[in-house]
């Protein structure tokens, strides 16, 4: 993350919108070790994420009036949101087999190879107020992507443990996947005012400067793209599921009751 949080602009200097950004280093080889014991590992990180989520929560209420009232976040509140954000980000990263290295326990990691920019920028009050409304699709966008992952995501570790590594396609998909989640994040605790797009990776630009890394710009093969469609259909897939077997059950439950019933008259 980005040291400081002066006030900048929410466009380049060419006019186009700017999105948090993250810094992921090219796919590269894994010790196999770590990643067949990569979510043990990460055991205590979860915990550490889930208490660092719960406190964030409270903060982004604290941070949802302040902006209605400033038109912007608080830099006490914009920095532990953001940190707590990068935090997460890091430990998504790993657990998704991105990078090998392990995450520290700390806010500050200017030496970790997965990193996120975030700009502070003016934020406008309506889209604030009903900020809860405006995230509704990219926030059943994320659910579907980050369903679709977890129902495969096993085929991935073991690909990891045979090769030592993420081909290609499978890299950038789940990147993709990754930086979603972050900017919806982003986007919900009122760290940036642009809304959460990207889950296709980045449109070609031949004007574009040099890559800062692999994941910015992010550039989505024909695979990878289709990977990502695969995510979203399996978590489709499995909602409908989940919903039809919540369904079928209460109906049995129903129709138990009313046989008890039935039989005590």
Known sequence: MTAGWEPRPSADAEGVEWRPALDVPPPGQQRRWTVFLRWLLLLPQFIVVAVLSIAAFFV?????????????LPDPIASFLGSVLAY???????SA?????????????????VRIELRATPLNRLAVLFRLILMIPAAIVNSLAQTGWFAIGWVFWLIGIVLGRLPEPVFGATAAVVRYRMRLAAYATMLTPVYPKGLLGDAPDTAAPSAYSATRPLRLSTAAQVLVWLFLLLGLASHLTSGTVDYDDAADDRSGAGTVHEGRV
């Not at 997460?88 to 790993?94: D, L």
Request: hydrophobic share 45%; net charge neutral.
């Open 97 to 113: 087999l991105l990078v090998d290295r392990y995450p520290p326990f700390s806010f500050d990691a200017p030496d970790y190879p």
């Open 88 to 94: 997460q980000t890091r430990v998504s990263a790993s």
């Open 60 to 72: 982004t209420i604290a941070a949802w009036f302040s902006a209605l009232v400033l038109g912007r």
